[in-house]
């Protein structure tokens, strides 16, 4: 289910787990292998093209929510406003808000948490809203750049409120059955 407006998310009862991150972090590769499907969510070298919401229902057990990434610099004024309209509209006027259970926060291993990402972790804290951080593209690091990634993100304030710190690479596999049994924790569906 793709969302444009904020009128058209769903109104069914299923709970939701968000998908946060900027363009290109690996948001759509990431709902593909969880979900072990090769191009269920659409994925694309070339980032933020379609600012939508996508709902992608897992087994009618929940929703899988990819928002649309920020911090693509090429985006018009326009884009950028659209974004806002349709993020902000998710977060605080959706009548579904309290399905919202999750908020899985990604972050670009390779980039550490951007003045965006570190944003969004705060907005994520103010509202009250639970949330795990997960590295993304961890396959491009290696065992040296891992420890010390790992090292600095854990000292970040930013990442203060997180649940957990997930390593993640939809290349490998790694991360996924981690990442599966918090969304389970969270949405209480096991
Ligand atoms: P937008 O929809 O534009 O916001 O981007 P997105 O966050 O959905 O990113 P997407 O999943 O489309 O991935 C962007 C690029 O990164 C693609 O070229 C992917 O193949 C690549 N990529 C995603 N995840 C990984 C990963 O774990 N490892 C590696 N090596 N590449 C990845
Ligand atoms: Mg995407």
Redesign the pocket.
């Known amino acids: 289910m793709t969302a444009g407006r904020k009128d058209q998310f769903p109104r069914d009862g299923k709970v939701q787990i968000a ?1 946060s ?13 969880l979900i072990g499907r090769k191009s269920f ?10 600012i939508t919401i996508n709902f992608y229902d897992v087994d009618r057990h929940l929703f899988l929510v ?1 928002l ?3 911090g ?1 610099a090429k985006r018009t004024f326009e884009e950028k406003q659209k974004w806002s309209a349709l993020t902000e509209g998710y977060f605080t006027s959706n009548k579904n808000i309290d399905l919202l259970c999750l908020v899985v926060q ?1 972050i670009d291993s390779r980039v550490g948490p951007t003045e965006d990402d570190r944003n969004m972790l705060a907005y994520l804290s103010d509202a009250g809203l639970p949330h795990i951080v997960v590295a ?5 690091l290696n065992t040296t750049e891992r420890n010390q990634f790992v090292n600095s993100i854990r000292k970040d304030p930013s990442v203060n409120n997180a649940g957990c710190i997930i390593l ?5 596999g790694a991360g996924r059955n981690e990442l599966w049994d918090e969304i389970l924790a969270y949405s209480k569906v096991k």
Do not use: F, H, M
């Open positions: 998908l991150g900027r363009s290109n972090v690996g948001k759509s590769s990431l709902i593909n292998t969510a659409r994925t694309s070298a070339q980032p933020g093209k379609t990819d649309p990434g920020y693509y990604l993304t593209k961890v396959d491009k993640y690479s939809s290349e490998t």
